[in-house]
T-cell receptor, first 113, second 115 residues
Framework: EAGVAQSPRYKIIEKRQSVAFWCNPISGHATLYWYQQILGQGPKLLIQFQNNGVVDDSQLPKDRFSAERLKGVDSTLKIQPAKLEDSAVYLC???????????FGPGTRLTVT | AQKITQTQPGMFVQEKEAVTLDCTYDTSDPSYGLFWYKQPSSGEMIFLIYQGSYDQQNATEGRYSLNFQKARKSANLVISASQLGDSAMYFCAMREGRGYSTLTFGKGTMLLVSP
């Protein structure tokens, strides 16, 4: 089966610009996660969707970050405006309803200059 | 307090030897699960092994085994017969509660396998 797809793989923007990341989970996976991984740290959850509803967005900086999952499949994560500290790898993961295992995509490496 | 602690920033091992990567956790929930993920330089997180808090036996998956010591709140990953391709970052993670909850990750351990 196809894995979790993410695009773009790399993005360089200037601070105060906006950026969007796209994720396509594994087919049939109802749960989708966005993580932020800053260099030298483990991933930190930003938001979790169950189908197209938000389960947990407690660590999402809502003043600048937004995410949506239309029709319960693909998801988009947006940053507007970006700050230098947003430089990180943004990982998307998905899981089946009946499994604890999360499958991760290759990530998008964002550099904010 | 940190929920997941990985005290080894880096570990070195020779090919074909066994290596143990340490992980301690902190939770008051009786239902939880512990994961190990591998992250090679390509960046993708690869699931290795899972241990539930109620599992009676230590989890094993091929060359990977999880040394689960509940009283000590430790969940160390043991890699037997290391291979060059095992060189990567390794992350310990925990979910809490009975639902399919989110994961909290440690800071990771960099493993380097030498010929």
């Amino acid at each position: 089966e196809a894995g979790v797809a993410q695009s773009p793989r790399y993005k360089i923007i200037e601070k105060r610009q906006s950026v969007a990341f796209w994720c396509n989970p594994i087919s049939g996976h109802a749960t989708l996660y966005w993580y932020q991984q800053i260099l030298g740290q483990g991933p930190k959850l930003l938001i979790q969707f169950q189908n197209n509803g938000v389960v947990d967005d407690s660590q999402l900086p809502k003043d600048r970050f937004s995410a949506e999952r239309l029709k319960g499949v693909d998801s988009t994560l947006k940053i507007q405006p970006a700050k230098l500290e947003d430089s990180a790898v943004y990982l998307c993961a998905s899981s089946h309803d009946r499994s604890y295992e999360q499958y991760f995509g290759p990530g998008t490496r964002l550099t904010v200059t | 307090a940190q929920k997941i602690t990985q005290t080894q920033p880096g570990m070195f091992v020779q090919e074909k030897e066994a290596v143990t990567l340490d992980c301690t956790y902190d939770t008051s929930d009786p239902s939880y699960g512990l994961f190990w993920y591998k992250q090679p330089s390509s960046g993708e997180m690869i699931f290795l092994i899972y241990q539930g808090s109620y599992d009676q036996q230590n989890a094993t998956e091929g060359r990977y085994s999880l040394n689960f010591q509940k009283a000590r709140k430790s969940a160390n990953l043991v890699i037997s017969a290391s291979q060059l391709g095992d060189s990567a970052m390794y992350f310990c993670a925990m979910r809490e509660g009975r639902g399919y909850s989110t994961l909290t990750f440690g800071k990771g351990t960099m493993l380097l396998v030498s010929p």
